[in-house]
Nanobody
């Protein structure tokens, strides 16, 4: 059984918005820091954003600051990535991740991965 399931990907034009969601299998994940990574074709997976279990602490890669917002609703065991002003270079498979701290998630020390959802931004 999948522990993390992403949804919300799709094909959009540059400048549009999308909201990705990551549903966790159970309430265990409310104690985890959560994050999003992405992998573009032919490139390595890169960190995008991370959020502490309480929601009080966040990290973002510089390229998405001011455009993407990570949030969580612990009552729904769900983490979101609101993406605005999308650019063609945001095209990638986006992966949800869970780890023990935001710093460890940011550094790729992930305990659980989702299966990914594809985001394509056309110019």
């Amino acid at each position: 059984q999948a522990q993390l399931v992403e949804s919300g990907g799709g094909l959009v034009q540059a400048g549009a918005s999308l909201r990705l969601a990551c549903a966790a299998a159970d309430r265990t994940f409310v104690t985890y820091a959560m994050g999003w990574f992405r992998q573009a074709p032919g490139k390595e997976r890169e960190f995008v954003a991370a959020l502490s279990s309480s929601g009080a602490s966040t990290f973002y890669v510089d390229s998405v600051k001011g455009r993407f917002t990570i949030s969580r609703d612990n009552t729904k065991n769900t983490v979101y990535l609101q993406m605005s002003n999308l650019r063609p270079e945001d095209t990638a498979d986006y992966y949800c991740a869970a780890g023990f701290t935001t710093i460890r998630v940011r550094d790729g020390e992930v305990e659980y991965w989702g299966q990914g959802t594809q985001v394509t931004v056309s110019s």
